[in-house]
């Protein structure tokens, strides 16, 4: 919990012919973190990458086309999308073997899709024109005109269609300057049935006239089309057949739909698996027709790894395991991934850690402290029994009904905050801000305001005081003892602290020195006057004690010695300055009371009105409401600022990399 897991770099060379069972292998246990072999071993070998993306792409195009034939057919596999990775798949899967087969079949697919789709697109495209034809030739029938007259015309053109009432102003001047005669019908809604004629020498003038004026034109079939066009009865039915041949088409692919789904399935997944394995190929490299595969693995299941890989390929893969002890310290090439192994209550904070940073291997990892000192400031901040059930409730209902494990996290952390939040309502005594209903186990916040500004400057105390001893721990873990002694947050710096609140402590609780005073007074500046002296001291102790020829003063003295008393001047304003931060911790929850005694002082003056008792709980009930939404997201996000600039400040170093192992391609 205060440590990341312990990794062991794992190296494996597998064969070619081996390579898709072992990937499918480390994806199904998701615990291989995989690193780039090329990355690691320039230098020692010559290798090519496997980025295999010719292949790839074929793979892609491959998936696309299946996914078009499920398309064409309205197949839904699995009921919709979902991520495809090797280890949710039974069958193996060798890309370079596969690709020639699986192409064959998607294309006899596509052939087979293909034909009865174009019947059923030419029938359908029949249908709708003839059934615009009829809606068409309906129109004009109904207003009792013979079709018939007009294709015998043939001198004459005519043009039937609709027009808005509103543009038959528009169509007179468009025709102005051609032979013309215009014979309105009957009215169709905004619309009105008119009937053109003019010269035939002159159709496509009329024509372009006519749509200028937004003229719906209806097409009158010529004498010498299909005779079945020319009856509208004879028309009826052509469309009956066509629906008949429609539907037969229809049933056709449904029983086709059947009989190819359980097919498309399985090509779509063997595909899919085809393409996870060559995106996963991209981490690996190969000398010849050996591939290698390198990563981090936690140090407790190096075992189950290596007996999986060499039983599923019959001991044809060489495996090296390499402590992280002896890789570490190469450099950033061999960067260990940090992975938390924090209790089920305490990953949400996780994420909150990340925001900041993510600890290198070596840290300590601070998710405990973190969420240990984010729940109790936010308890004290917000510190009232009702209101923290409300929020713990509400934290279940959503954590309940949500599947998202960022939203479920999120819930979790909000449930934890209500129950500290409702601890810290008993202390205070206080019941949706009512202080009457039970008594203060501890003491009363608007009441003992010095006394509560005393004690969050205490905690504030506490915390930086952590965050010291975490630096020193760190910087030992790194072997970097002059940071951990004579650092900025080292041992000497934590020695000045603390005999500060061994002075400050007494007085802030009795408002006297302490009786010891003269023995914590020299301890102030002898600390300072070695932080001062930081770098001759550390000179001098490489001289006599490592035996390295280290000059005992910088080259530039007068420089040096200007440059460390304004570090000193610094580091002793940055803890006087943070320390006092954490004042903020009691005025927050002097706002959070304050913002009470407002939303009853208005309840109270509603008493005296017309329902004053329905008012003055509906007063009290939406202040609640408002308190919880505005000031609950304030004190997060001041307990985040402070965990964040007085807490982490002092030790966290960063610029670790997530342990992510492999699970797949989505």
Known sequence: ?????????????????HMAKTTQIIANLKILHLMNVRKTRIGELNLESNADSSLLQKYTDLKNRLDRILNLMEINLMGGPEPVSPENLKEEANPHQDITQLDWEVQHLEDEVSGVIGELDTVEKARKQKEELLRQLEIITAAGVDIDRFRRCRFLYVAAG???????????????????LIVPSVAIDKQRLIFVFGSRRDRDKID??????????????????????????????????????????????????????????????KVLLSIA??????????????????????????????????????????????????????????????????????????????????PSYREVEPTFFFALSFLVMFGVMFGDVGQGLVLFLLGLF????????????????????????????????????????????????????????????????????????????????????????????GIISLIFY????????PYLTTGKLPV????????LPLSLMVLFLKEPLFNLYGRLVLKKNLPILPDKPGLYFMESLIEIGDTVIAF???????????????????????????????????????????????????????????????????????????????????????????
């Open 208 to 269: 372009r006239a006519l749509r200028s004026a937004y003229f719906d034109k209806l097409e009158i079939p010529e004498q010498d089309e299909n005779p079945d066009l020319r009856s509208l009865e004879n028309l009826r039915t052509r469309i009956r057949e066509l629906e008949a041949e429609k539907s037969v088409i229809q049933a056709r692919m449904e029983k086709m739909k059947k009989q190819l789904t359980g097919r498309l399935d399985q090509l779509r997944h």
């Open 576 to 666: 006087l300055s943070h320390t006092v931060s954490f004042v903020r911790v009691s005025a927050f929850a002097l706002a959070h009371a304050g913002l009470f005694l407002a939303v009853f002082t208005l309840a109270r003056t509603s008493e005296g009105m017309r329902g004053g008792t329905l008012w003055y709980g509906l007063i009290v009930v939406l202040g609640n409401i408002g308190i919880i939404t505005i000031e609950g997201l304030v004190v997060s996000i001041q307990t985040i600022r402070l965990e964040y600039y007085e807490f982490f400040t002092k030790f966290f170093q960063g610029g670790g990399e997530i342990y992510r192992p492999l699970q797949g391609i989505q």
């Open 398 to 489: 959503a954590y309940r009904k949500s599947a998202r494990e960022n939203v479920r996290d999120a819930c979790l952390i909000i449930m934890e905050c209500g129950i500290m939040s409702t601890i810290f309502g008993f202390l205070y005594g206080s019941v949706f801000g009512f202080e009457h209903l039970i008594p203060a186990l501890w003491f009363n916040p608007m009441g003992n305001i010095y006394y509560f500004m005393k004690i969050t400057v205490g905690f504030g105390m506490l915390v930086i005081s952590i965050g010291l001893i975490l630096n020193i721990v760190n910087s030992i873990e790194n072997r970097n003892y002059k940071e951990g002694i004579l650092g900025e947050f």
């Open 498 to 505: 603390w005999g500060c609140i061994g002075l400050a402590l």
């Open 162 to 180: 609709l027009i808005p009432l509103d543009n038959l102003g528009r169509m007179e001047f468009s025709l102005s300057n051609l032979y013309h």
């Open 1 to 17: 919990m205060f440590k990341p897991a312990k990794m062991d770099k794992i190296d494996l060379q597998v064969p070619q012919d």
């Open 277 to 358: 394995v060559l995106e996963i190929g991209k981490s690996y490299d190969k000398v010849g027709q050996i591939y290698h595969i390198s990563g981090w693995v936690p140090q407790r299941v190096v075992p189950l790894l290596e007996r999986e890989v060499l039983e599923a390929t019959d001991n044809q893969v060489r495996v090296a395991v390499v402590s992280s002890n002896a890789v570490w310290q190469i450099g950033d090439l061999l960067k260990i991934p940090t992975c938390f192994q924090n209790p089920f209550l305490l990953r949400p904070f996780e994420k909150l850690v990340a925001g900041y940073g993510i």
């Open 516 to 523: 010891n005073a003269g023995y914590l007074l020299p301890v």
